[in-house]
């Protein structure tokens, strides 16, 4: 018994030694946000985006890699505006139901920051990811005085640290998902991707990418490789151009991806994530996918040029249980949490909007019939950056919400221990409002321009704004926004080791709709750093 008690005991110090040297470094690796020389070389580096990448092989270097070394992982690289995660979690899928050993990098995370860095479609271990993360650092922080005390910003950092990662667990294959852009994407560093592919375009990320779409085009056919095989989705006919003479320019291949319901199938192809617009991610990701075993199970090199449609072909067993199997978190997810039922989408462009508008028309109704008595719907969201709130709030107004709600992402008011969430770039008063400005943008787009009262307070001195009408509020977190929509009515929140944020009465007595409501049916969407910070909350999973 002794014997038992002593090795659990052994076991528990064990695993807390392991979360408090994890945190660590998750904290260590926060600091490259707001780090005063990464963030003068990246503006600098604005005006000669070719120096990105010359940086990026500087560092690469400086962590013991060698560009050439990172041919070795048999890599696909896929870009795009929207759809290109989607895309790459499909591909991973289908080809680790090959039996293949697969590596993922994609960004951002969701609740935590190993999310980034997949081995087999799971996260890398706590463990593990501590292991190298100092391996990596530490070798960049031994050498940072002979290169002016420069280190890699977030994302370089997490970057060269994937590739170590695939390259240390011998991976079979690794999916690369763009960051920003691609032809001057710290990514781009890969010079022999085994297969190429670009998701839809849009409008996105103009201060770095170009005001046009044809711009933008640009920029993500700079992945493009001599003689290597490059896939897109449909494209409207600027960009299509573009990307065919990129294509050229370069030296590879281009096709243009089928309709899904061309495959030669028994039986409709069944997706994973729901939404119209994942076929086409689908279709890229079976093209991508099926190249990728060609280039594998063929000795010989293979030939590619000029500009063609890609061949629909009869998928195999594994790409149709890939493709059904394939689970992306926060992109068309549904949670249903007793009578509160969350739809989340990190939708963050107007394109993206309207595709998750046209999900949510579909699905809610389907809902709301089985309810059996009056739904109120809700609307929570924040959007960051350059984005054109406006635009995408339009978009919205006619899903009829009864309740608008709009908070930063900030994950809870209170300090806690919750470093893979933390964002030192932008202050909390630029979140807060930015807030406010999308809550006058709502009242505009519904005829409510009346001034809202006077700032109100809740526990801990932190401001919630509310209107004169009761379909418009702002709290300070996402915890104190989904405690305030659930009304006690969500398990999940109502854990007993949440702390319940105090709020007014006079604002709580604007919640009688949701008390007395069947149901209530949650959108939470403009930013996939808002939809992770409430996955936190509804998904205590992915905490592990």
């Not at 809610?364 to 054109?388: C, I, K, S, Y």
């Not at 008011?413 to 470093?419: R, S, V």
Request: glycine share 8%.
């Amino acid at each position: 018994m002794d014997l038992a008690r002593n090795e659990a005991k052994r076991l528990s110090l064990r695993s807390c030694s392991i979360m408090n040297v994890f945190q660590d470094a998750v904290c260590t690796l926060n600091t490259l946000q707001t780090n005063a020389s990464a963030l003068e070389q990246v503006k600098r580096e604005r005006g000669h985006p070719q120096l990105q990448l010359q940086a990026m092989r500087g560092f690469l270097q400086r962590a013991g890699l060698k560009v050439d070394e990172l041919d070795r992982l048999n890599i696909i690289h896929v870009t795009g505006t929207k759809g290109k995660g989607s895309t790459c979690a499909f591909t991973e899928q289908i080809l680790r139901n090959y039996g293949f050993r697969t590596g993922f990098y994609s960004s951002p995370h969701l609740v935590q920051v190993r999310e980034r860095i997949r081995i087999n479609g799971q996260p890398i271990g706590k463990e593990l990811f501590t292991k190298y993360f100092w391996q990596v650092y530490c070798r960049l922080e031994e050498t940072k005085d002979a290169h002016g005390g420069s280190m890699p910003a977030y994302f370089r950092f997490l970057t060269i640290l994937a590739f170590h990662i695939f390259l240390q667990e011998k991976v079979d294959l690794a999916v690369f998902e763009v960051g920003i852009g691609g032809a001057y994407d710290c990514t781009n560093i890969i010079r022999r991707p085994w297969v190429c592919g670009i998701s839809s375009l849009g409008i996105d990320h103009t201060s770095i990418l170009g005001d046009t779409i044809e711009k933008i085009a640009w920029q993500k056919g700079g992945i493009f490789k001599p003689g290597v095989p490059a896939f897109t989705v449909k494209q409207s006919d600027g960009p299509k151009m573009v990307l065919q003479e990129r294509a050229e320019e370069i030296g590879c291949s281009l096709s243009v991806c089928p309709d899904l319901e061309e495959y030669q199938s028994e039986d409709s192809l069944r997706l994973g994530l729901a939404g119209h617009h994942q076929r086409s991610n689908a279709s890229l990701a079976l093209q991508l996918s099926h190249t990728w075993l060609q280039r594998h199970f063929l000795t010989g090199a293979l030939e590619f040029s000029g500009v063609s449609p890609a061949p629909a072909f009869q998928p195999s067993p594994a790409m149709i249980k890939g493709l059904a199997e394939t689970e992306w978190p926060g992109r068309n997810q549904t949670l249903k949490h007793g009578p509160v039922t969350y739809f989340l989408d990190g939708a963050h462009t107007t394109r993206s909007m309207q595709a998750c508008v046209h999900w949510f028309n579909e699905i809610a109704p389907q809902h709301e019939r089985n309810a059996g008595g009056p739904v109120v719907r809700v609307l929570l969201f924040n959007a960051t950056g350059e984005r054109d709130c406006g635009a995408m709030l339009k978009l919205l107004v006619p899903c009829l919400f009864d309740f608008a709600v709009f908070c930063p992402n900030i994950t809870e008011a209170i300090a806690t221990c919750n470093a893979d969430q933390q964002n030192f770039n932008v202050s909390v008063e630029n979140m807060l409002t930015r807030c406010l400005d999308n809550q006058q943008s709502w009242r505009v787009l519904n005829g409510q321009e009346e001034k809202p009262e006077a700032e109100l307070l809740i526990g801990g001195g932190l401001p919630l704004v509310a209107e004169r009408h009761r379909d418009t509020l702002v709290f300070p977190c996402i915890l104190s926004a989904l405690q305030w929509i659930s009304q006690g009515r969500d398990s999940v929140l109502s854990d007993p080791n949440k702390c319940v944020i105090p709020v007014k009465p006079s604002i709580n007595a604007k919640a009688a709709l949701l008390r007395e409501a069947v149901n209530i049916h949650v959108l939470i969407t403009g930013s996939l750093h808002l939809v992770g910070g409430a996955l936190k909350h509804l998904d205590p999973a992915l905490n592990s």
